[in-house]
């Protein structure tokens, strides 16, 4: 955090408005509205704050066996779960793979420095209102992805103690700081998207997609209670939200633009998630894909098959420009559905689930009704968030944060294939993540905590696995 202006004079260097092109080098600092509007939007935009390893850690993805394992070294601390993700086997760091935490708070510092300064701007009253709020917007959003990823999962009973991540509001530059709890973190997010909200109502502006609106703001509000399972109010969000957009039927071709009024808010214009190319030693799990029938549209929209060295191997598409011009970070209508219709069920009106579940699955089957959807409570619950899976899929870190709140939270076990370079199997092993153990939330990176020696890391295992090196597969 020491570094945050010069993060904040880093981003403005590296393209973010094409204002510095016409003013002196030496003098970097935003003078009107429109040049903060362009800072604040166009370096959120080109470096959305993601952990891009996310899926690695999921059971959405699965090991290539044909790959030489040495491609894959960096990759699998991630992919095993291991206490320093940071470092692989021989002891080397690989800084990119825990580099979410430094880009968030970069955001974050950009966010804070348009609050802080935005009053000094040329321009108009409303016009500073609006880059307000959407800075608000960036500030709760960065927070909540924070929070989930290295903060303790949400518990009720427990939130007031449990620790979250630091919370940074202004521009001061301390050298050491401590960590804020969950629920001091959950209760500044919902501050700020609140803030928000306002001040984007009362400005009276409305923008592309690229910026937030009021529809925006509900449908993260419709996430963040969802977490928080405030059912009733999961719902009246998710409702709002639903209200500004419509569903469109998956394609093979281009499905996410502009146009598609499913998009409600859209956060990056860049590629997506680590790619899961069966050449570079990654596949979509093929448990994942046989959770689509047949006449599934999303099986064809969302994946790509290839004939691997045994068998067929599949691919997501989500992270392609042929599947979206616009980004991979989008507020999707049809996960305002899957967060009503599971707020539904948790408040006992099932009916109402039912219904939501109808809507969204006759736009994603060829032909309606050609699906059963379960009557029983808990058959019903475990069917959204199986779809929440096959829908959400490669997406943001939804599979991930959805694992870390579910109470029947899965065992993953993953196996990592031990090939020499010549593409021969020697060996395998297996490591296992169990229901809700502490390495579902991230280590501090290390750097924080050389930095920052007040900083209080988070509990994680050693894993280990179980090997089976008696095997040889040409």
């Known amino acids: 955090m020491r570094t945050i202006l010069l993060f904040f004079i880093s981003c403005l260097c590296f393209g973010c408005s094409d204002f510095l092109d016409e003013v002196d080098k030496d003098k970097l600092i935003p003078t009107t509205t429109d040049h903060y509007a362009a800072v604040l939007l166009n370096c959120h935009r080109y470096d959305y704050p993601l952990f891009n390893g996310v899926e690695y850690m999921t059971d959405n993805l699965t090991d290539y066996a044909y790959v030489p394992e040495n491609d894959k070294k960096d990759i699998k601390p991630l992919y095993t779960w291991q206490l320093e993700v940071e470092l692989n086997e021989n002891g080397n760091e690989i800084t990119t793979n825990n580099d979410a935490w430094q880009k968030m708070y970069k955001n974050i510092a950009i966010a804070n420095y348009v609050l802080e300064l935005i009053e000094e701007a040329e321009g108009t009253d409303v016009e500073k209102m609006f880059i307000k709020g959407e800075a608000y917007f960036v500030r709760a959003l960065h927070y909540f992805n924070l929070l989930n990823l290295y903060g303790v999962p949400y518990n009720e009973a427990t939130m007031r103690g449990d620790l979250g991540v630091p919370l940074r509001l202004n521009i001061g530059v301390e050298q050491t700081y401590g960590r804020n709890t969950v629920y001091e973190c959950y209760e500044q997010i919902e501050k700020d998207l609140t803030e928000a909200s306002r001040l984007l109502k009362e400005s009276g502006i409305t923008k592309s997609k690229f910026h ?24 009246t969000a998710s409702t709002n939200a639903i209200a500004q957009g419509a569903l469109s039927r998956p394609i093979e071709g281009l499905y996410i633009h502009t146009e598609n009024p499913e998009i409600l808010y859209t956060g990056c214009i860049y590629g997506g998630l680590n ?15 046989e959770l689509y029938d047949a006449g599934d549209a999303r099986l064809k929209s969302f994946f790509t098959s290839v004939d691997g060295k045994v068998g067929t191997v599949h691919y997501s598409r989500k992270n392609e420009s042929t599947f979206s011009n616009i980004g991979f970070c989008n507020f999707r209508v049809a996960e305002a559905y899957l967060n009503r219709a599971e707020a539904y069920v948790q408040s006992g009106e099932i009916e109402k689930a039912r219904e939501d579940m109808k809507v969204l699955l006759n736009t994603r089957y060829q032909k309606a009704n050609s699906y059963i959807i379960p009557t029983e409570e808990t058959e019903l619950l475990n069917f959204i968030l199986v779809e929440r899976r096959k829908e959400l899929c490669f997406e943001e870190h939804h599979r991930w944060f959805d694992l870390r709140r579910m109470v029947d939270c899965p065992t993953i076990k993953h196996v990592f294939s031990l090939t020499d370079a010549t593409g021969n199997v020697l060996g395998r092993q297996t490591y296992t993540l169990l229901p809700h153990e502490p390495n579902y939330t991230l280590p501090i990176p290390m750097r924080e905590r050389e930095n920052n020696p007040l900083i209080r890391n988070n509990e994680r295992y050693e894993k280990l696995p179980e090997t089976d090196s008696d095997i040889v597969i040409p």
């Open 212 to 235: 937030p609106s009021l529809g925006a703001c509900e449908f993260l509000f419709s996430r963040i209670y969802l977490y928080q399972e405030k059912w009733e109010k999961a719902i």
């Open 275 to 289: 790619a899961s190319n069966f050449d570079k030693g990654w596949q979509v799990n093929p448990e994942l894909i």
